[in-house]
């Protein structure tokens, strides 16, 4: 299946109200050096389709009667990686869930996302946007600047949107002059921010490690929750209420993403309360 319900590692720290997901892609080509993909998907830096896509999403999508609420895509693999400037699958899908009156939340670190504004409805689009500068840390996206440009698009196109600011990582992009370039630039165009620290998986700690030497990654890394290491709770709780402080000079709403805080000023975590009417 590629419609599948949203399970985040079962975890009981997800705050997501019921969803669905789909992946368009298997691996993304954007090659974050902190992506967990790497812990389940094998090459997981090549963008490739999934097989059939578009005639198993067109099937699943009559199959499933009333049954789908909305779509996020995508939790896995970015929907708008290089390869779908030519392919055009994740545009393919768009159209058939357009076509059976399907929400969605487009999630993605692209600003090919613009490029589908005519099919995005009353749909909601959730750009991610680290820091300033990405180019280490996210090596294959697109720069801030060019996904702040797509956000601009899309809402003056009248799509809502939301920012991910996430991952906040320790060291990287965790000051307070960072955290304000993203809110104050790509501000003007959302309406919500979702935010959270950074919970490496053993391989992507190491690839961090291996590219921030200088950062004591496990000195400050030592909870384990599941598979994901965590950040001690004091500290996290401190990187969240500086990103809400942001938001809400901001007048912007901040919910946190799988922190088991009590600090949300939005309606969701996710920002899907904005799909409103389209769900
Ligand atoms: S965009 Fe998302 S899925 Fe793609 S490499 Fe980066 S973190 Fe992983």
Redesign the pocket.
């Known amino acids: 299946m590629l419609i599948t319900r949203f399970d985040p590692w079962k975890s009981g720290m997800c705050t997501c109200p019921p969803k669905h997901s789909l992946n368009p892609y298997t691996?993304?080509?954007?090659?974050?050096l902190?992506?967990?993909?790497?812990s389940y998907i094998k090459d997981?830096?090549r963008?490739r389709p999934k097989k059939n896509a578009i005639r198993e999403v067109e099937r699943e999508v009559k199959m499933s009667g009333e049954g789908i609420r909305f779509i996020s895509l995508?939790n896995?693999?970015?929907p708008y990686?290089p390869e779908e400037r030519i392919l055009g699958i994740t545009r393919d899908v768009l159209r058939i869930l357009d076509q059976h009156g399907i929400g969605f939340q487009i999630v993605?670190?692209?600003d090919l996302v613009a490029r589908d504004l005519d099919l995005m409805g009353k749909n909601v689009v959730s750009m991610?946007v680290t820091a300033k500068d990405t180019r280490r840390i996210?090596p294959?996206?697109p720069s801030s600047e060019k996904r702040i440009e797509a956000l601009k698009a899309l809402s003056d196109g009248g799509i809502r949107c939301t920012l991910r600011l996430d991952p906040v990582i320790p060291g990287i992009n965790d000051s307070y002059e960072s955290v304000c370039w993203v809110i104050h630039h790509a501000g003007d165009h959302v309406e919500h921010v979702t935010s959270s620290t950074l919970k490496p998986r053993s391989d992507s700690l190491t690839r961090l490690e291996r590219s921030f030497p200088q950062i004591g990654w496990r000195g400050m890394y030592t909870d384990r929750k599941g598979g994901s290491y965590y950040l001690p709770e004091d500290t996290r709780l401190g990187l969240m209420l500086k990103v809400r402080e942001a938001c809400d000079e901001s007048g912007l709403t901040f919910s946190c993403c799988r922190e088991g805080f009590d600090i949300n000023t939005g309606i969701s975590c996710d920002g899907s309360h904005l799909l409103g009417d389209a769900i």
């Open positions: 691996g993304c080509s954007h090659g974050c902190y992506c967990y993909i790497s997981p830096f963008s995508s896995s693999s970015d990686p993605t670190k692209s991610t996210e294959g996206a």
